[in-house]
Nanobody
């Protein structure tokens, strides 16, 4: 059974930093797309950073480049999201996600726009940025 467990959320002031972690268990596919998404109540869940584990190529949408960094530790099966220069608009629930492991694929641009391409999800961790 695949499980994704996020941690690291919290409340920080604008300008601060947070590092989110996602421990992934039961996921054996070695070349797949996984990443971080966020959702504000009333809005759709959107991708903020993706990684293709076959080459460890990372993808961050232009508005977040320079502030958000995704990485992973293969040894511990942990996915990270480093967030710097946080602003109140970054406040959201952040989720870790991965595509179906029996249907391996790279990351697509559409993965930023819709969460429907991901299959496995964590329960999320809340990030609150105060001004």
């Amino acid at each position: 059974q695949v499980q994704l467990v996020e941690s690291g959320g919290g409340s920080v002031q604008a300008g601060g930093s947070l590092r989110l972690s996602c421990v992934i268990s039961g996921y054996t596919a070695s070349e797949n797309c996984m990443g971080w998404f966020r959702q504000v109540p009333g809005n759709e869940r959107k991708g903020v950073a993706l990684i293709y584990t076959g080459t460890d190529t990372t993808y961050v949408p232009e508005p977040l480049k320079g502030r958000f960094t995704i990485s992973r530790d293969k040894a511990t099966n942990t996915l990270y999201l480093e967030m710097n220069g946080l602003i109140p608009e970054d406040s959201a629930v952040y989720y870790c996600a991965a595509v179906r492991q029996d249907l391996p694929r790279p990351c697509y641009y559409s993965d930023f726009e819709t969460s429907s391409g991901m299959h496995y999800w964590g329960k999320g961790t809340l990030v609150t940025i105060s001004s």
